[in-house]
Structures are given as C-alpha cells and as structure tokens.
C-alpha cells in the first residue's frame, strides 16, 4: 500500500505531464486541467491500493486513468468530477497568460497545424459530423438532423472520426515526448 | 510541491492538504483507506462520514483498545450493546412502526430515498429485532431499501439507505454478496451523556483523533451491518468474526440481514442448507470485505454476487509446475471459477479504475481458461474490456492480474470466414498486481527461479505477458497460433471474438495464425504490424482489419511472395489447406 506523503511526490513528478496529455489531445487548457485535476482526484482516492513497485508502473496506471477520463470526455462532451466533488476540491481558475503559457508548452500550434492537415483528409461526412459536434458543440439530435442521418449514425461518425484523429495525431504526441 | 504552472500549484496544495489529514489520521487501519480513499463504509451513529479522516486513526489495536474501554466503562453505566443482540427476534408491530417512520423521516429530509410513507401498502421483505432495535429491509419497483433504528441505551440512531437495484435471485443454495453501502441518510440523538468517569477514560485512554470513534463504541452507537439475497433453500447465515463473536442474520422470503455495533467485517460466513452448513472465508470470496466499500462490482444479473456454498476442491498436492505454457487448452470456465475471476476483475477495477464498474458483472461475451488463468472479455460502453485472473505457477504466485481497456472502439465484424487483428493493448493497459504469496526465505532454487521468471515478465510485459484478441467471422470455430520454435496456441473462440494469452518467456514470436472455418484453414503469417499488441492502421470499418483470406484452393499451397504492407495490417496467407 502507498503512503498517503508519497502521493504529493508523485503528484508533482506526474501533474504537468498529464495537463500536457489533456491538452494535447483536447486542445482546450481549461477543459485539460479539469481532466487533471479529476484525474488524480480518483487516482488519490485509489492511492490506498496502490502498490509502488515501480515508478512506471504507478505512472502507467494514472496515465490510464486519465485515458479513460479522456475516453469519458470525448464520448459524452463533459468532464467528470464525481472524485473532485466528493473529496471537495475545486478546480483553480487559468489566468489567460498561463493558458497560452500552456499551449505553449503542449506544442498546441504544432498540434493544430497537424490536425488542420488530418481534418482534410477526414472524409465529408466524419468532418462534417465533426464540426457540429465538437465545433458547434450540437446535441447529436441535431447533429443527425442536420446530417440528414439516424443518431445512431451520428454518434457513430464524430466517434470514428476523433478516432481517426487520434490515431493520426498520435506520431505528434508521440514526438513530443508526451505519451507514456 | 512545486509545479511550474500556478494552477497545477494552487491544485497541488489541495491534494497537500488531503495528504496531511490522512497522515494524521495515521494509515493503518482500514478505516485510514477508506477515508483517503473517499470510500464512505456506512456506518451509523455518532460518526459521520466527514469524522473518517479522524475514524482513521483506529488501528486494530486502538480499536481493541476501545472495545476494552467499553467494558471497563460500562460498570453503573448503560450496558454496552444493550439495544442489540446476536440473535433477531420479530419485531413488535409498533417497533416497527416507529422504526419505519422515523427512517422515512430521515431518508425523505435528505431526498434520495424512495422509501413509501408510512402507513401505505409497501410491505418489507425483511423485519427483525434486536434487542430494542429493529430493521426492516423493502423491495420496491427494483429498488432495495434499508431501514435500521437502532434504539441503543445512550443513543439512537436512524439508517435509512437506498441500496441499489434488485439484483437476481440467488440459486438456492447460494447467498448473495451484500448489497453496497451507498445512499444511507443517517440521524443519531445521544440519550445520556458521558459520565466524568468516562470522559476521564476517554481523556486518558484514547488519542485525540479517535476521541470520537471511542465516544461512539461507549455510547454503544453504530455498527455494521450485511444484507443480501438468500437462496430458497437457504434456512440460516451466520457471520463470525476475528473477535470470536458471531452473529445470526434474519433469513426471510429471500433475503438476509444482520447487524452489529462494533466496526469490524465477518471473517466467515456459514450458510445452512437442505444439504448442510457450509462455512466460507469471507475476505477470499469478498474483495475487500464486508461493507468496506460500496460494491459496484456485484451488478444485477452478476454471477459474482453470490458466495459459492459449495466446499472448495482441496489444493492439489503436486507442486510441479503449472504454468501456462505455449500449448495450453481453453475451455469453458466452470461458473465458480468465472464468478471467482469476476469478482477479481472487479476488484481490480475499483482499484486502478480503468474499467467501468460494470465491466465483467454482467454478461460476458468470452471467458477462456489457460492453466490456471481465467481470462474475462467484454464489450461495455463501446470499447473492449479484458482482464486476466490468473498466474503462472501456482505453487510460487497464485494469481496475477490485469486489465486491459483497448483505446479503439468496437471494430465492424470481420467476415464470417475471417479474423481481425488484434485489438491493440498498449494504449489502454491497467494497473496488474501479483497475488498470493511469493517464495520466502526458505524457498527452493526451482520457486525462486520461477519467481524471478514471474517478476522478468513482470517487468518485460509490463505486468503480464503478450495476449491477442479480436473479433471472429461467425464462420471461424478455431484460431491457433503458432510461435517461431513451433509450438501452436489455440485460442479460445467464442460469441464472435478470440483470445489467447501466455506467458512472456514461455514462447518466442508468433509467426503464423490459422483459422478454421466451415469450409477449412487458412494461416496467416503475423509480423510486427498484425501481430499481438498492434491496431496501427486498422480503424473500424476497414479492410485492414482483418487477415484476408484467398480463395480456398483445393490443395495446399505455398506462396510466401506477398509481404504484408507497411502501415496497414493485411496479410496474404502462405498455406491454404481445404479441408
């Protein structure tokens, strides 16, 4: 089992490398912070079980935390803070300097430039599901009225595109040194 | 902390803070775990859940030591436990009554029960007495409520909580694991005060931090408590524990209920049937005990959510190796050893939380078996979910598990005649953590080479070693993989998806796969961009997915002249044999 004291330690080794994971793959430093703070909101609250065999391991095991926050972010368009809300916690407020002293530090225009780059190659209906969805952030009724499609299919369209994405940016994380 | 960014600062001094209280309210007891953990182990009395942190403090020592000091105390005071009793009775009708009402007057100030006012036609399915306490336990529109006044001496104490959804009845023979903790409202009033000659005791005798647990184990308030659904042939639970006492649980119309003022968990229960009393450890069947957390892992419908009364087989005596090597069988896992793997998995996941909670408790579309290991595949919230039960040897490490989340989302099904590749792992892996014990000092060099095997794949497989897995035609009834020094690995096919799993240093590279169909086998090679552990390339929906068959020649052919390309997953079969 973790010491609780050991948990600072591994907050300060891992936060900024996880803030830069979000907001990499985000694009949004408010919305990368809010999925930091509730990642290690549940990692603390799993600290008690954690063993610390290694220090890639415990590494490993919050970046899949934080995956799964992503996942949860992408699939329903809202972070979860079940785990800040229950330990109390706020999450702080970005000045806009830090916000672009953030981007900065993800390689955010690297990023958009390669995802302005693989939107292009996105075929019409991912893109355009894409745009009302995650531009425009339409309710994905109306994202399939507009599309002229079933929901179902909408969901299925935004998904497979960020999807896309995801894996056509990953060389770029990659580069950046950013994904564990 | 110092973080070069203020935000990550100013949240970093928050965890800080959390950290400090949990270092002052000590770490060893499981109280100290919950409490940092955020678990809320429902607890009814004086002690509320924003006490934890302090609650935390309670070692098992200090915790004896608080039950010493009851006794000690209770001399010309009110009797410790007098509002309780080991064994239920059936409660007056207006016992209950006011049980009842006042638990609906609890639960309806903090809006989150659905417990009916009193006086209407919801009846419980559960009631009993202790001493001059008494429950009631209602089933109603699928929901399950719990109701607890607990009418002690010096204080009385109202639980009033929502369980959760009704889950499925038990076979007969079978006891539910106790529904979760969570949704309780809570209401105490202190009847008596502290006498000078407890305050006193409590002053000397009990560190600030736990000042306030003991006041409550004094003033004989609160407790623990294990409701679940018995099976029809279920005639009487009975829970015992490491303090030697037990207690008798109320069985009625299918259900169990049993509380007791002191705040420790059951080490066992026993369960007597038609066909005898079966007694089971609670903490092996019971991921992290009795009512420690609320259990997310037990879903309706879950075949973990009962203890199996069955007698466990006796370990076997040899002590050779049995490892999972390169040719292992798969088969159906008998339904207590998918139960077992279940809750593991689920225990896993309330863990490192890198599943749904509700990965594995329901149904699960393939459950494969190697050696010793229980592997478990679903499809929960549009992506794969794995997780792996098992060890190596067993003999030198019991069980080793993990998880594995793909990060892809549920790929188009192949053909009916063929296989995708592999789901990739490596972006999705969770947390694994050995179990049982490891070789002590006395250990034989054969153990410790073994253990320095397990740690090797521990370390070389991130935990675990290579596995495969994806969808399969509805065509395909076998997958068998064979490794570079010849041995073959059947997979285990089943509900449209196949796995395999083995040890790392127990085979070298996967070089080809074969799949049968109705119509023959056709292999495959595997190279570094379809073999285990890749998805680079293969999105849903696209071809790339899968291992492209030819057409069935009659006989067999060689032709390894096309590679597989680079940057997508296809591959050209080199051997086709019609059957």
């Known amino acids: 089992m973790a010491s609780a004291s050991a948990f600072t330690g591994f907050y300060e080794r891992n936060a900024e490398v996880v803030l830069l994971f979000f907001t990499r793959r985000t694009l949004d430093v408010e919305v990368a912070l809010d999925l930091t703070a509730e990642t290690f909101a549940q990692a603390w609250r799993g600290w008690p079980r954690v063993r610390l065999d290694s220090v ?37 407020e970005l000045a806009d300097d830090e916000i672009l002293e953030i981007e900065h530090a993800a390689g955010l225009d690297a990023v ?56 056509a940016l990953e060389p770029t994380f990659a580069r950046e040194g950013s994904t564990p | 902390m110092n973080q070069r960014f203020a935000v990550l600062q100013e949240l970093g001094e928050q965890f800080e803070r959390a950290v400090a209280d949990a270092d002052a309210a000590g770490s060893c007891s499981s109280a100290a775990a919950a409490a940092a953990a955020g678990w809320s182990r429902f607890r009814f009395g004086l002690l509320t859940r924003r006490l934890w942190p302090l609650a935390g403090a309670a070692c098992a020592a200090l915790v004896a030591g608080i039950v010493a000091a ?55 399915v559960l009631a009993e007495a202790r001493g001059r306490s008494a429950a009631a336990v209602y089933a109603i529109d699928g929901q399950v409520y719990m109701c607890l006044y607990e009418n002690g001496s010096t204080y009385r104490t109202v639980a009033s909580a929502s369980m959760g959804p009704l889950r499925v009845t038990p076979a007969p023979d079978h006891l539910s694991i106790p529904y979760g903790v969570y949704g309780g409202s809570e209401s105490g009033t202190r009847t008596h005060p502290l006498t000078p000659a407890q305050r006193q005791k409590l002053k000397s005798e009990a560190p600030t931090a736990i000042r306030q647990l003991a006041r409550n184990s ?43 003022p002191w705040t420790s968990d059951p080490t066992s229960v026993t369960v007597t049937t038609s066909t005898g009393a079966i007694t089971s450890p609670m903490k092996d069947t019971w991921p992290g005990g009795l009512g420690s ?55 896993l996941t309330l863990t490192y939380q890198v599943m749904p909670a509700d990965a594995f408790s329901g149904h699960v579309l393939l459950t494969a078996v190697h050696g010793i290991s229980t592997a478990l595949l679903n499809v929960a919230d549009g992506t794969v979910d794995v997780c792996v039960i098992g ?43 050995p179990f049982g014990r490891r070789p002590g000092k006395n250990a034989t060099p054969a153990q410790r080479h073994a253990e320095e095997r397990v740690q090797l794949e521990r370390i070389q ?69 379809n073999g285990v552990n890749v998805a680079a390339g293969c999105q849903p929906g696209t071809s790339g997915c899968v291992f492209v068959k030819t057409p069935h020649a009659p006989t067999a052919t060689t032709s390894p002249t096309t590679q597989a390309t680079t940057g997508t997953t296809n591959t050209t079969p080199t051997t086709t044999t019609s059957s």
């Open chain 1, 56 to 92: 890639e391991e415990v590494q490993g095991w919050v970046f899949t935390i934080a995956r799964r926050q992503l996942g949860r972010y992408l699939r329903r368009g809202q972070v979860e803070r079940r785990a800040l809300n229950q330990l109390g916690f706020s999450v702080p």
């Open chain 2, 218 to 260: 004094l003033i004989d308030g609160g407790g623990y408590f294990a409701l679940g659904q018995a099976g029809s042939d279920v005639s009487a639970v009975k829970f015992s524990f490491a303090n030697g006492k037990t207690v008798t649980a109320s069985v009625q119309n299918g259900w169990y209920f049993a509380w007791w």
């Open chain 2, 70 to 124: 009851v006794v000690l105390l209770s001399a010309g005071t009110p009797t410790a436990y007098a509002g309780w009793a080991a064994v239920p009775t059936t409660p007056t009708a207006s016992a209950l009554e006011t049980a009842v009402h006042k638990c609906y007057q609890v639960g309806a100030r903090d809006g989150q029960l659905g417990l009916l006012a009193p006086g209407g036609t919801a009846q419980p």
């Open chain 2, 391 to 433: 060890g190596v040897q067993k003999d030198v490490h019991k069980f080793f598990a993990f998880h594995i989340e793909t990060d892809g989302q549920v790929r188009l099904a192949p053909g009916p005649d063929q296989i995708s590749v592999p789901y990739a792992g490596h972006n999705g892996v969770g947390g694994g953590r």
């Open chain 2, 461 to 529: 497989g991130g935990g675990y070693g290579p596995y495969t897995f994806g969808q399969a035609g509805r065509d395909v009834s076998a997958v068998t993989i064979t490794f570079a020094n010849g041995k073959k690995l059947a997979a285990k096919v089943e509900n449209g998806w196949y796995f395999a799993w083995w040890p790392l240093t127990n085979a070298s590279a996967p070089t080809t796969v074969t799949v049968t169909t109705s119509s023959g086998t056709t292999t495959s090679p595997i190279n570094s961009s």
């Open chain 2, 293 to 347: 957390r609320p259990y997310p892992a037990c879903q309706p419908g879950s075949s973990g959510c009962v203890f199996d009364t069955k007698q466990p087989a006796a370990p076997a005596t040899n002590t050779t190796s049995a490892r999972t090597t390169t040719a292992p069988t798969t088969s159906t896992p008998a339904a207590t050893q998918v139960a077992t793997a279940t809750q593991e998995c689920d225990a």
């Open chain 1, 112 to 167: 958009r430039s390669a995802l302005g780059v693989e939107l292009q190659k996105l075929g019409d209906d991912q893109r355009n599901a894409l745009q009302l969805r995650i531009v425009e952030e339409l309710p994905y009724p109306e994202v399939a009225r507009r599309l002229g499609t079933s929901e179902a299919t909408a969901r299925a369209r935004v998904s497979r595109g960020l999807r896309t994405l995801a894996v």
